[in-house]
């Protein structure tokens, strides 16, 4: 599970360095990630521990997928759960179309 925390004020949610370079490329990894729960929200609302950059919640999905959190993880406390799991789906898709989001993350 790609925790809250966050090395030098990057989140691990978005930290390809570690996600692909340390845990898939060095250790060699060949598991699935699972993001903490509610992390994309949480980005959405700067509750993460960063300072670099405000993210909107387009972009935190392309960034999480794109730095190997395989799974967006929910919590089941959000009254429009259904719709959530829409917009990643409907996000995902227009992020791949404006070439934030590598098609082969999808997969």
Same mark, same amino acid.
């Given at each position: 599970? /790609?925790?809250?925390?966050? %090395? ?12 692909? &370079? %340390?845990?898939? *490329? ?9 993001? *903490?729960?509610? *992390? %994309?929200?949480? @980005? =959405? ?9 405000? /993210? ?10 794109? @730095?190997?959190? *395989?799974?967006?993880?929910?919590? &089941? ?7 959530? /799991?829409?917009?990643?789906?409907? =996000? @995902?898709?227009?992020? /791949? ?11």
């Amino acid at each position: 599970m /790609v925790s809250y925390s966050a %090395i030098n004020s990057v989140p691990m949610s978005f930290n390809s360095y570690f996600l692909f &370079g %340390i845990l898939r *490329d060095e250790l060699k990894f060949k598991g699935f990630t699972i993001s *903490d729960y509610d *992390d %994309i929200l949480r @980005a =959405e609302t700067m509750q993460l521990p960063r300072t670099f950059m405000n /993210v909107s919640e387009d972009r935190a999905y392309a960034l999480m997928l794109n @730095a190997g959190t *395989d799974m967006i993880m929910l919590s &089941g406390q959000h009254d429009e759960f259904g719709s959530l /799991v829409g917009r990643i789906t409907k =996000e @995902a898709k227009k992020n /791949v179309e404006k070439g934030l989001l590598k098609e082969e993350r999808l997969t």
